[in-house]
């Protein structure tokens, strides 16, 4: 599809969502009211990391989070903003973020609260005070019936009903899946608008590029270790931003595997399931690649706790399949 949109093809994210809901039979656009919310969150947090420098909202505020990690300014401010956008959307019953011990619990699915939606605020935002590529990772889960709502909201990520991110990179980009392809979505500060750029992404096999900080090499597996040496001497090359969401964003549209295994000092890896690894995992198999996690499809987890965390391995099949090889 040409990226560039002309007055006869102009398709916003409010559109494309409609259009999509009309395929699917009984469909009531409620769920169209939460991608709306998600669109003007991300849209202010952009506006916010854009202004990094002028307002003051770089740095830290010395707080440590329920990760055991410094909250930066602009985590806080992300979280509010979302908080307060999907906040007032009558069918989001519970809340669940990387900011907040626990969920926010807003109402009950007899009161119509029959979506959960869970998100990593700012991901990346370590790297906010030298202009890299941040953004937001969200996952909605359908609230089924039974359980305490936090119970409820710990479900696989195959139950996910829809995943994406948005990259305050180069461009404000938007990548959605409600599971029938991914779609791709450019900010156009002209009109305010996400525009439709892209339709179902398909993610290029045979690109010889691994992502992983490789300064934790020896903290590795031997597995690990043995793919990385076998990777050098096969001609494959490394790239690593440091924000999950612009390194799998790459990924997604160039191909190549980004790996965060589990080291010596984080035995059950560092990036989060519900929030992190899930969506992504959601939205890299439906680009038609793989995700997995010490040998198990990540979105077979069964998930124990909001903030657990785990390895990760995302990519093209071929590129995940290469790591597999090494690590049976
Ligand atoms: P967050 O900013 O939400 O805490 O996430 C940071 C994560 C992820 O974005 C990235 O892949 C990883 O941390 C980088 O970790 P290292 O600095 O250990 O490489
Ligand atoms: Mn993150
Ligand atoms: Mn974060």
């Excluded at 916003?12 to 009984?26: M, R, T």
């Excluded at 198999?285 to 040998?295: D, L, Y």
């Excluded at 499809?297 to 990519?315: A, E, K, Y």
Aim: with cysteine; glycine share 10%.
């Amino acid at each position: 599809m040409d990226n560039s949109w002309t007055q006869d093809n102009l398709e916003s994210l409010q559109s494309h969502i409609l259009s999509e809901e009309q395929k699917h039979p009984g469909a009531t656009g409620e769920f169209t009211w939460i991608v709306s919310a998600i669109s003007l969150a991300t849209k202010a947090i952009g506006n916010k990391v854009r202004c990094a420098r002028i307002q003051d909202v770089i740095g830290d505020v010395g707080s440590i989070n329920v990760q055991g990690e410094s909250q930066q300014k602009l985590d806080i401010i992300a979280n509010t903003i979302i908080m307060h956008c999907l906040g007032n959307r009558d069918n989001v019953g519970v809340l669940a973020s990387e900011e907040n011990e626990t969920p926010v619990l807003l109402r009950s699915r007899a009161e119509g609260g029959r979506y959960a939606v869970l998100f990593d605020p700012l991901d990346g935002s370590s790297n906010l005070d030298v202009s890299v590529g941040v953004g937001t990772i969200f996952s909605v889960l359908r609230l089924e019936d039974g359980g305490s709502r936090e119970e409820a909201i710990l479900q696989p990520g195959f139950k996910q009903v829809a995943a994406g991110y948005v990259l305050y990179g180069s461009s404000t980009v938007l990548v959605l899946t409600t599971g029938n392809g991914v779609d791709m979505f450019v900010l156009d500060q002209a009109i305010g608008s996400f525009v439709l750029v892209s339709k179902k992404l398909k993610i290029p096999s045979g690109n010889k590029t691994y992502s992983t900080n490789e300064a934790y090499t020896e903290k590795y597996s031997e597995e690990i270790r043995n793919y990385l040496s076998w990777a050098h001497k096969n001609g494959y090359s490394s790239r690593y931003i440091g924000s999950m969401v612009a390194d799998v964003h790459r990924v997604l549209l160039k191909g190549g595997v980004f790996l965060y295994p589990t080291t010596t000092d984080n035995p059950e890896g560092k990036l989060r399931l519900m929030y992190e690894a899930n969506p992504m995992a959601m939205i890299i198999e439906q680009a038609g690649g793989k995700g997995v996690c010490c040998g198990e499809r990540i979105l077979d987890v069964v998930p124990s706790g909001l903030h657990q965390r785990t390895s990760v391995i995302l990519g093209s099949t071929d590129q995940v399949d290469a790591i597999l090889e090494h690590t049976k």
